[in-house]
């Protein structure tokens, strides 16, 4: 694939440096001098220092024949921007932005932005993880379908914990698609018993995330 990254900072680099290696064709576009000599004598030229929010900058990339564009300055605004024209100037089949404040990632996926990455997100999900118990883990969120793909980690004085799927209260807009259990994957059926450290995957519609973490947990679910 051709893949063209917007920012050479160090998110930039390392993901074009991994993209480089798994064989794609990847073109880092940065404004700074500096960075982009770094990055020319690590990487080769595979950098061209130029703004990309400019059009005539993407167009001389070549981002109408792009696979992906990831934007991942350090400006919401500008990734916004870079997204926004890839895909309504160039055609770019799926673009990639970074989000430095969580707050404004409704706003690029009104505004069409394929896939949205928050640091702070993800962090703080990681978090949530160690001191709920349990909650839940966002995965994947499937747009057009308003579906979540998440997971819960089964704590031993989870209400959950040594009871079958069926007597949970499970709701019907949740669907229990897995469980990793010591390093293997179990199909559930509503006999199925979850048990202590049990890694649990569901699909849930966004409105019903408190009701299948009451289902799960021990405590209120936090707000």
């Known amino acids: 694939m051709y893949i063209i990254v917007a920012g050479g900072g160090k998110v930039g680099y390392f993901l074009s440096k991994s993209l480089v290696a798994e064989g794609h064709e990847v073109l880092i576009i940065e404004k700074n001098a500096k960075k982009c000599l770094a990055i020319a004598d690590d990487l080769g030229s595979i950098v061209m220092r130029g703004d990309a929010c400019e059009a005539a900058t993407l167009e001389e990339t070549g981002a109408a024949r792009a696979d992906v564009i990831v934007a991942v300055t350090g400006d919401d605004e500008d990734n916004l921007v870079i997204c926004q024209m890839a895909k309504v100037k160039y055609h770019v089949p799926r673009t990639i932005a970074r989000i430095n404040n969580p707050r404004n990632e409704k706003i690029f996926k ?8 928050s ?7 990681h978090i949530q993880q160690e001191i709920s118990a349990p909650d839940l883990i966002h995965l994947l969120r499937l747009r057009h379908a308003d579906l979540e793909i998440v997971e819960a980690r ?3 004085d989870a209400r959950a914990a040594h009871r079958p799927l069926r007597d949970l209260g499970i709701p019907s807009t949740c669907a229990i698609s897995a469980i990793i259990r010591n390093g293997k994957v179990v199909i559930p059926s509503g ?6 450290e049990d890694e649990v995957i569901a699909a849930c519609a966004p409105a019903s995330e408190d009701a299948l973490r ?4 021990t405590r209120d679910v936090p707000r």
């Open 119 to 125: 640091t702070t997100e993800l962090i703080l999900a």
């Open 191 to 196: 006999e199925t018993c979850l048990e202590p």
């Open 214 to 217: 009451e289902a799960l947990g």
């Open 154 to 156: 089964i704590t031993p």
């Open 110 to 117: 009104l505004l069409g932005i394929d896939v949205t990455v």
